[in-house]
């Protein structure tokens, strides 16, 4: 190989690692929620017809929000709900109390699945309710990775909150106070302090969570 031949000879590139997207919490949902009737009796109270709403949300494909309103799809993302919902002058959290006041059900019966999850992956947890999706009253329990940590800003409630631990260990620092809890042990605390959570175990932990009212 001549010198020139070696000169033009381009070396490989330098790899770069592109930055990790930001992942939206993510709500999986196991019950089946009547939101067709629901959008579609809140778009005839603002006398809209199906291409108007269509076209106020954004350019909405039409064909999905028939399948809504038929309900052929029973578990709409997060996003389509906030397109609908901005148009119809509601909010997110609407949709999920007036579809629950729907419900011929006075009680909900449950197992370990809980009613419906929601997934943090930036925060590696997980939480899943074993109540309804209702205002006054939450209680579930959180997975939480090995060495993650979370803090006031997951959940966002300032009210109280009481904890227990059903497997692994945690550390919660709320205020001034840092306690490093068990399993079977608990904790009753403000919400309105600042706080954190840590997982300082290899593997997973579960921690369950009671608010009055929800946190939702």
Request: net charge positive; proline share 6%; charged share 25%.
């Amino acid at each position: 190989m001549t010198q020139r031949e070696s000169q033009n000879k381009k070396m490989p590139a330098k790899k770069t690692k592109d930055p990790l997207p930001k992942k939206p919490a993510k709500l999986v949902n196991d019950q089946v929620w009547e939101f067709g009737p629901l959008i579609r009796t809140l778009r005839e109270e603002k006398k809209l017809s199906g291409a108007e709403l269509c076209r106020q949300a954004g350019g909405m494909d039409p064909r999905l929000l028939n399948a809504l309103e038929k309900g052929r799809i029973q578990n709409p993302s997060f996003q389509t709900l906030s397109r609908l919902a901005r148009v119809l002058t509601v909010t997110l959290a609407d949709f999920f109390t007036i579809a629950e006041a729907r419900r011929e059900e006075c009680f909900s019966a449950g197992s370990q699945r809980g009613n419906f999850s929601m997934e943090f992956p930036s925060s590696g947890a997980r939480i899943v309710s074993f109540t309804p999706f209702i205002k006054d009253f939450f209680c579930g329990k959180i997975f939480l990775g090995a060495k993650k940590k979370f803090d006031q800003g997951l959940l966002k409630h300032p009210c109280p909150q009481f904890v227990s631990v059903m497997l692994g260990q945690f550390i919660i620092q709320a205020g001034d106070k840092k306690i490093h809890l068990r399993e079977g042990q608990n904790l009753f605390f403000n919400g309105a302090l600042k706080h954190t959570v840590l997982n300082p175990l290899h593997r997973e932990s579960v921690l369950m969570l009671v608010t009055a009212p929800s946190f939702l």
